[in-house]
């Protein structure tokens, strides 16, 4: 079984909204073993949705929408399902009855808006959804499936993983097992990487892949098998080939991240950790007390936004402010050193710079950081 993902919504399409529920989608269907053939975004129209459906079944098994359920005009999904299905639509009392019953429990007025929602095609198969108003749809043409959900993220997962994962294994064959794994690495660019473990790579077998996935100041790799066979063996070989290779780049695998290594390597070294911060306004702090536990061995922040402060909380001399300014090695080895008088930690950082868009000159220009 393959699958196409349809997202639709002219706000996706103009940029007003950001589109996760593809990049979630698709997770979850790596995860079941159904590769995904493509991720469109699509306006809200029946053509184009129409188009869209004609032009997924080519390709895919199963075709997954989001978007376009609600009662108002521009929510036309079903309305073009129907069409492309040929097929007429019939008010559900049932439906209209859960939904009523929704908005009653909740003391909001039954609008004529739930009689059109409560308006669906014929030949759909309704899929529960506990959180919202729009069920869920399900079609068959062809040998083909295709399922609507709503656009409304948590909904959308709602009835994925509570109406659509059981009954998966009745609606096609999945063949593939899809086994992964993702090497995390920081202060080693792409390029220098794949160098490093070329020798490594020209040994995988045709149904293992490597990924690179770069991002600010990190690079994921992600080693992946799809085929009929089980390689989870192959596939945890090559990530300990690959990480003894890259060693100290190597920061943590799967779903850990860089705030969870930086917690567990200070907690196994029994360090303490504070941090004076400028330009950052205290979003360092922030990430580091983003994960539990981080109270182990992180002390606290001093947020030196003003010259004012840094003089007077952290000793910094009215000298070095004067001669070499805010930025500058100077005045953050004086922020650390009175950081590290206040707090006591084994550990501080101190941080000063020109985040912009303004204030940058020739000699500091914007982005230009001290640590």
């Not at 639709?8 to 103009?14: H, V």
């Not at 699509?42 to 032009?55: F, G, H, M």
């Not at 948590?154 to 993702?182: A, C, V």
Request: proline content about 4%; hydrophobic content about 35%.
């Amino acid at each position: 079984m393959k699958s196409s993902i349809l997202t639709i919504g002219d706000e996706i399409l103009i940029g007003q909204i950001v589109d996760t529920n593809s990049a979630w989608l698709g997770k979850k269907l790596t995860e079941l073993g159904i590769p995904v053939n493509e991720i469109i975004s699509l306006a809200d129209t029946k053509e184009s949705i129409k188009k869209s459906i004609e032009n997924a079944m080519l390709k895919s098994d199963l075709i997954l929408l989001t978007g376009g359920l609600g009662p108002t005009k521009d929510d036309v999904t079903k309305a073009a399902i129907a069409e492309f299905l040929n097929v007429g639509t019939y008010f559900d009392e049932n439906l209209y009855n859960k939904i009523s019953q929704y908005f009653i429990k909740r003391n909001l007025p039954i609008s004529k808006y739930v009689k059109i929602q409560s308006t669906i095609p014929e030949t759909a198969q309704l899929l529960t959804n506990n959180v919202g108003t729009a069920p869920g749809m399900l079609f068959k043409k062809d040998n083909k499936v295709i399922i609507s959900m709503p656009g409304v993220p948590h909904e959308m997962k709602w009835i994925f993983k509570n109406s659509i994962i059981p009954i998966l294994p009745q609606l096609g064959k999945i063949e593939n097992n899809i086994y992964q794994r993702t090497i995390k690495t920081i202060g080693i660019g792409e390029t220098r990487i794949a160098a490093k473990i070329e020798d490594i790579t020209d040994t995988f077998p045709e149904d293992i892949s490597l990924a690179f996935l770069p991002s600010s100041g990190q690079v994921r790799l992600r080693v992946m098998s799809s085929s009929q066979n089980d390689n989870t063996v192959h596939v945890d070989k090559f990530v300990n080939q690959i990480s003894s290779r890259l060693g100290d780049y190597v920061y943590g695998y799967d779903s850990v991240i860089i705030e969870d290594a930086l917690k567990d390597l200070f907690i196994s070294k029994n360090l303490t950790l504070s941090t004076a911060e400028s330009c950052t306004g205290g979003y360092l702090s922030h990430r580091i007390t983003s994960v539990p536990g981080s109270s182990k061995y992180y002390i606290g922040s001093l947020i030196a936004y003003d010259n004012h402060i840094k003089e007077s909380q952290l000793n910094v001399q009215s000298e070095t402010l004067l001669n070499h300014g805010a930025v500058s090695e100077a005045t953050v080895i004086e922020m650390l050193s009175g950081l590290l008088n206040k707090t006591g930690t084994d550990i501080g950082i101190a941080i000063s710079g020109i985040a912009g868009p303004n204030g940058g000159t020739p000699d500091k220009p914007v982005g230009t950081i001290w640590v």
